[in-house]
Nanobody
């Protein structure tokens, strides 16, 4: 079982940057793919990005590709989300998630919140125009 705690959210101006962290406690962190999802008021939770258990593969939503970068440090049981060129539409609660996936899992599964086993409590990101 994993416990996930996000940090690093806050207020940023459009065009600015924030870095989110997600610290995991529990066993076998390095076995899990780690993802970030976000949920804006009145909207469904949406996929942002995921990194494979080894860190060798990454997936991004089209809306953040080229602006956000996910990384992980398995020695520190931590996953990061570097967010650059922020836009007001990036405003949301950002959630860290952990999932166990087969090696050749379909991309539709990686994008699905229901496929992840553990979730953090979320951290608010607000981008002002």
């Amino acid at each position: 079982q994993l416990q996930l705690v996000e940090s690093g959210g806050g207020l940023a101006q459009a065009g600015g940057s924030l870095r989110l962290s997600c610290a995991a406690s529990g066993r076998a962190f390095s076995s899990y793919a780690m993802g970030w999802f976000r949920q804006a008021p009145g909207k469904e939770r949406e996929f942002v990005t995921t990194i494979t258990s080894s860190g060798g593969g990454t997936y991004y939503a089209d809306s953040v590709k080229g602006r956000f970068t996910i990384s992980r440090d398995n020695a520190k049981n931590t996953v990061y989300l570097q967010m650059n060129s922020l836009k007001p539409e990036d405003t949301a609660v950002y959630y860290c998630a952990a999932g166990l996936f087969a090696r050749r899992v379909p991309i539709t599964i990686i994008h699905s919140a229901g496929a992840y086993n553990y979730w953090g409590q979320g951290t608010q990101v607000t981008v002002s125009s």
